[in-house]
């Protein structure tokens, strides 16, 4: 693959890492922040790309280690009490609105409750659809420990909206 092919194919993840880093960031310009550092990063690796490798799951674990780099030579740990705050982040390739607002409403609380990194976890299996085994890959963890990060996710959401149909 030639570099402008590339920087074509990584253009068009645009929406897609944005997504990811506000959901690993929970906030718009730190989200912003992280997603262009991760395309400057990915753009500079061109020649570590393999042609046979999903582009995307490439991508995504950049800006996974990006965002674990930048918080471990912070030491600190962002603000993850901002939520979702436009309901037009979580939509799908075409544009169109994945998640209503009354969805995004309920959908803050319970995200707001997990890890961060069962939030990684969550947001790449249950918002951008990956399997377990591609969501791993892109973490770099074991599969088994996504299946965990789900699982404890799923229960935790289980009890808040248990709770609020009391």
């Not at 944005?18 to 310009?29: H, I, P």
């Not at 061109?46 to 995307?56: E, M, V």
């Amino acid at each position: 693959m030639n570099y402008r092919l590339f920087k074509k194919q990584i253009e068009s993840l645009i929406p897609d890492v944005k997504r990811f880093a506000f959901s690993l960031t929970r906030d718009r310009d730190n989200g912003d922040d992280l997603a262009q550092q991760s395309f400057a990063t990915s753009l500079s690796k061109f020649d570590q790309f393999k042609n046979n490798s999903n582009l995307k799951s490439w991508v995504f674990r950049i800006v996974y280690t990006t965002w674990i780099d930048i918080n471990r030579k912070n030491k600190t740990i962002t603000n993850y009490k901002k939520m979702v705050q436009d309901s037009h982040l979580i939509n799908d390739n075409k544009g169109n609105d994945i998640l209503s607002l009354n969805t995004c409403i309920d959908y803050k609380k319970p995200v707001s409750l997990l890890a961060e990194k069962q939030r990684a976890s969550f947001h790449l299996v249950c918002i951008e659809g990956y399997s377990y085994s591609e969501a791993a890959a892109i973490l770099g963890i074991p599969v088994g420990t996504v299946a965990s990060r789900i699982s404890h996710s799923r229960h935790k959401f289980n009890q808040y909206f248990s709770s609020r149909r009391q």
